[in-house]
């Protein structure tokens, strides 16, 4: 099971961490994917983090503002947040898969989401 957390209602120009803890297995073996989608769009990725460690941004208007890392004693792949904007509004989701893609076919095990929302 995934289970995102950390989502909420935040101005523009603030923060958010939002955290994907993993239970009933073990990150350390897996890529961690975080993917967005806003209503009437397509589930977009975000970032990735491999199970070694190496993060890829998939999303080019994310790049210098989220920070994906991970902490495989705590079972928890992190998304930090900032410099958020309006459209960053979305549910975020956590995905598992073996390597870091950005199709959403590339991952097959899929947390409820969280939902972000930025307003003024």
């Known amino acids: 099971q995934l289970v995102e957390s950390g989502g909420g209602l935040v101005q523009p120009g603030g923060s958010l961490r939002l955290s994907c803890v993993a239970s009933?297995?073990?990150?350390?073996?897996?890529?961690i994917g975080w993917f967005r989608q806003a209503p009437g769009k397509e589930r977009e990725a975000v970032s990735c983090?491999?199970?070694?460690?190496?993060?890829?941004d998939f999303a080019d208007s994310v790049q210098g503002r989220f920070t994906i890392s991970r902490d495989n004693v705590k079972n928890t792949v992190y998304l930090q947040m900032s410099s958020l904007e309006s459209e960053d509004s979305a549910v975020y989701f956590c995905?598992?898969?073996?390597?870091?893609?950005?199709?959403?076919?590339?991952?097959?095990?899929w947390g409820q989401g969280t939902q972000v929302t930025v307003s003024s």
């Open positions: 995905a598992r898969g073996h390597g870091c893609v950005q199709n959403v076919r590339g991952y097959h095990y």
């Open positions: 983090i491999t199970s070694r460690g190496s993060s890829t």
């Open positions: 009933g297995f073990t990150l350390d073996y897996y890529a």
